[in-house]
């Protein structure tokens, strides 16, 4: 009855992998791994630096272009979201806020 | 691990699980609009339920799909997998501090359930490795039970998506309550302003660079925001080391 296409089994196994590898990286090995400092900085910033990449470009890009148009309901609710973060200091907030924000925009105007 | 049960057993197994009450609403709301979009995208039932209990990475999951729909070749897709995930790789060189004691299986497992929010939880709580057994033993159970309700409440979420898939429908977009899930978390992570600075650089980067393939912009502007940051951090004038004031 249900159609397996095994060539998207096989991508889908080795995304499995790539997450255990990502995952585990430095645990595979039994070695302590002593930092240099730079690393130590680094590690500072770099786990913003990659939310704020993923993040920023799916709050103001459309189909790879930066939005040319102010009607667009994820900048007013990412906006909004994130002043709730630093008022609240809760995700959750950020969330019911930012979706309140969100949903009329996007449902009722279409932004 | 949460099945082992000197974990399940801890106190602090408790207390993981009811830290994670807080960002586990958004969790399951990106799960399941992640179900819904496998589903919608038309890569078949079988390898979404597939996806969404093994992958267990919301934004390689996502990324992916465009890529196989297109029909890219494996290395291409499971490449950019890699790339969206190497923020993990810099979680595991931080985890390993905090498992070193524990046999490498379980190592691993614990790296492999320890998601984006799991982590920033256990970090917040537990700054520092702890030095003494005791000690380690509270922090891997508080792992385990934060990694539980991140994981339940993703591959739950992540079914019933499959599962309610023909009834949402996708124009609500109801999966950017993911993306503020991030955003919440960018902002706890702000603490500092070469940390604000870091996230703001990674942003514009991340943007400018849109266009580079295997979403190489990502790994782009993670480097191009540590470098600065850690080059400002050198022009600094050293704190004096004076006791007067």
Not at chain 2, 16 to 42: C, E, H, N, Q, Y
Not at chain 2, 197 to 218: H, M, Q, T
């Amino acid at each position: 009855m249900m159609d397996i296409n095994w060539h998207t089994v096989v991508i889908v196994l080795g995304l499995t992998v790539v997450t255990v590898l990502a995952r585990g990286f430095f645990l595979f090995s039994n070695r302590t791994w002593s930092l240099p400092h730079w690393a130590q900085r680094g590690l500072q910033y770099a786990p913003i630096a990659a939310l704020a990449a993923v993040v920023v470009p799916e709050v103001v890009m459309v189909n790879g272009h930066l939005m040319d148009t102010w009607k667009d309901a994820r900048l007013y609710a990412g906006i909004v979201g994130a002043a709730v973060y630093f008022w609240r200091k809760d995700v959750l907030f950020t969330i019911v806020a930012g979706m309140a924000v969100y949903m009329p925009l996007h449902v009722g105007l279409g932004w | 691990m949460f099945f082992l049960r000197e974990n399940y057993r801890h106190p602090e197994f408790q207390v993981g699980i009811r830290d994670f009450m807080r960002p586990a609403p958004g969790i399951a709301a990106w799960g399941l609009m992640t179900g819904v979009a496998m589903v919608k995208s038309g890569i078949g039932l079988f390898e979404s339920l597939l996806m969404a209990l093994l992958v267990f990475a919301g934004s390689s999951q996502l990324a992916s799909i465009p890529l196989i729909l297109a029909g890219a070749p494996l290395w291409v897709i499971w490449a950019t997998g890699f790339c969206v995930n190497l923020r993990f790789v810099v979680f595991s060189l931080h985890l390993h501090h905090y498992l070193a004691h524990l046999p490498g299986w379980q190592r691993v497992m614990s790296g492999y359930f320890t998601a984006d929010l799991s982590y920033v939880w256990f970090v917040r709580r537990y700054p520092h490795p702890s030095g003494d057994g005791a000690g380690k033993l509270a922090q891997q159970a508080y792992l385990a039970g934060s990694n539980l309700m991140n994981w339940g409440s993703w591959v739950g979420s992540s079914l019933v998506g499959i599962a309610l898939a023909n009834l949402v429908p996708q124009s609500w977009g109801l999966g950017f309550a993911g993306i503020l899930c991030l955003i919440g978390i960018l902002c706890s992570l702000a603490t500092t302003r070469l940390r604000l600075l870091s996230a703001a650089v990674a942003g514009l980067v991340g943007v400018a660079a849109f266009a580079l393939p295997l979403k190489l912009n990502i790994i782009v502007a993670i480097g191009a925001a540590v470098i600065l940051c850690m080059s400002m951090e050198k022009l600094r004038p050293p704190v004096p080391e004076v006791a007067g004031s």
